[in-house]
């Protein structure tokens, strides 16, 4: 499967984006995730959403905050950002893993990525 995470930006904190994932190719019928990558730091679970979308999980920094969903006819997924943080700058990416990967070894499929730069 390939992966095209996009949506990213520059905005000022307070603000809102809204980050898509696109797979060509197998779409799983599985849990998928969010995770983020900031510069120095290793990689970060933000978000999980379930196979049919009736779970979400978020990581206790997101919480309230993030929104995840889904559309698998479009083998689609977001990451609606609302009330940005500067902690939130990262590079973000989605994967098919439940409440990960970790690290990169765990997933084969990375895609580039989308970056998102919140300033205070």
């Known amino acids: 499967v390939q992966l095209v995470e996009s949506g990213g930006g520059s905005v000022q904190s307070g603000g809102s984006l809204r980050l898509s994932c696109v797979a060509s190719g197998f779409w799983a019928s599985s849990h998928w995730s969010w995770v983020r990558e900031a510069p120095g730091k290793g990689l970060e679970w933000v978000a999980t959403i379930s196979k049919v979308g009736r779970e979400t999980y978020y990581a206790d920094s997101v919480k309230d905050r993030f929104t995840i969903s889904r559309d698998n006819s479009k083998k689609t997924m977001y990451l609606q950002m609302n009330s940005l943080k500067s902690e939130d700058t990262g590079r973000y990416y989605c994967?098919?893993?439940?409440?990960?990967?970790?690290?990169?070894?765990?997933?084969?499929?990375w895609g580039q990525g989308t970056q998102v730069t919140v300033s205070a």
């Open positions: 994967a098919q893993r439940f409440k990960g990967p970790t690290n990169r070894a765990e997933f084969a499929d």
